[in-house]
């Protein structure tokens, strides 16, 4: 399963970063406004994090090796924490100058080039940001998808900046650009949280979702009878990747080529069925009572305490 191409959205989303801070520092030449230039100063986050999911999915495609057996996906979670946490720095930004702008009410911007630029810095980013946020449903790259996300936030952003204009245009109440970018960092905030409880889940090795579960449980339930049976079932998600392991019992006298037989259709099916799954299979006899030792994660109970 290569997941390499997955690294030229990533590189979409750098090129996005750079054209827009060429965009507001254009504006900013142009028009010698210091809120564009620090628009444009802001925007680097977007360079830095673009960079960084490059970086970090170019790792997670990389094959097994010696040192990491189970190959390198785990690293798309450095990936999406890294954008959990900018995003909550971005929400906190926002608020911060919220409520300062609530507490020392400011006349708001005109519509002029600055938020000509920045609505055109918008609808890039909200075509790059459809564009992975597809690849990231189709591939289950939560490191994609959290790079998205990013460029969503930037985009509430934004949709809020303009929506203020215009509410305190026509209402004349300037309370109502606070409170529209209140909103905006607040959902930004939810954004954020669940991108790093996300990523915190799958560095724990979080069990595969129950609609996984489920197509495991489907395909269990017609090889389960009299003579085959499952325990010790364990699942973890890996970003891109699924594990799975069981223990397979059979009647002790089936022969290794009948049992490995039985394993090897179970596990292709499985991985038909998930695809990226890594299974492992651990067949017993039914029959024997130390088949049913061996269920907890640990195989040998725990000496008792000492004292
Ligand atoms: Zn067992």
Known sequence: MDRTHLTRFALLSLVAA?????????????????????????????????????????????PPDERYTYGYSKAE?????????????????????????????????????????????????????RLLLGAAR???????????????????TSVGVVVAVLAVGFTGWSWLDPSIALLVAANIVFTGVSLLRRSASGLMD???PPERMQR?????????GDRIEFHAIRTRVSA???????????????????GHDLVERLELEIAAAIPGTTIETHLEPREDPASYEDVALDRIAPAPPAH
């Open 18 to 62: 750079i054209a827009t801070i060429s965009l507001k520092l254009l504006a900013w030449h142009l028009t010698g406004s210091v809120g564009m230039l620090s628009d444009a100063l802001e925007s680097i986050v977007n360079v830095v994090a673009a960079a960084a999911t490059l970086w970090l999915l170019y790792l997670s495609a990389r």
């Open 77 to 129: 979670y450095f990936s999406s924490a890294f954008e959990g946490a900018l995003i909550l720095v971005a929400a906190f930004a926002i608020g911060w100058a919220a409520v300062d702008r609530l507490l020392h009410p400011q006349p708001i911007e005109r519509i002029d080039l600055g938020v000509v630029v920045s609505i055109v810095a918008t609808a890039i980013n909200l075509i790059v940001a």
């Open 138 to 156: 189709r591939h289950d790259s939560i490191a994609l998808e959290a790079d998205a996300q990013h460029l969503m936030t930037d985009v509430w």
């Open 206 to 208: 979080q069990a595969l």
């Open 216 to 224: 495991i449980a489907a395909i269990l339930d017609r090889y389960r």
């Open 240 to 258: 891109g990747r699924s594990f799975v392991s069981m223990h397979v019992l059979v009647p002790g006298n089936w022969t290794v080529k009948r």
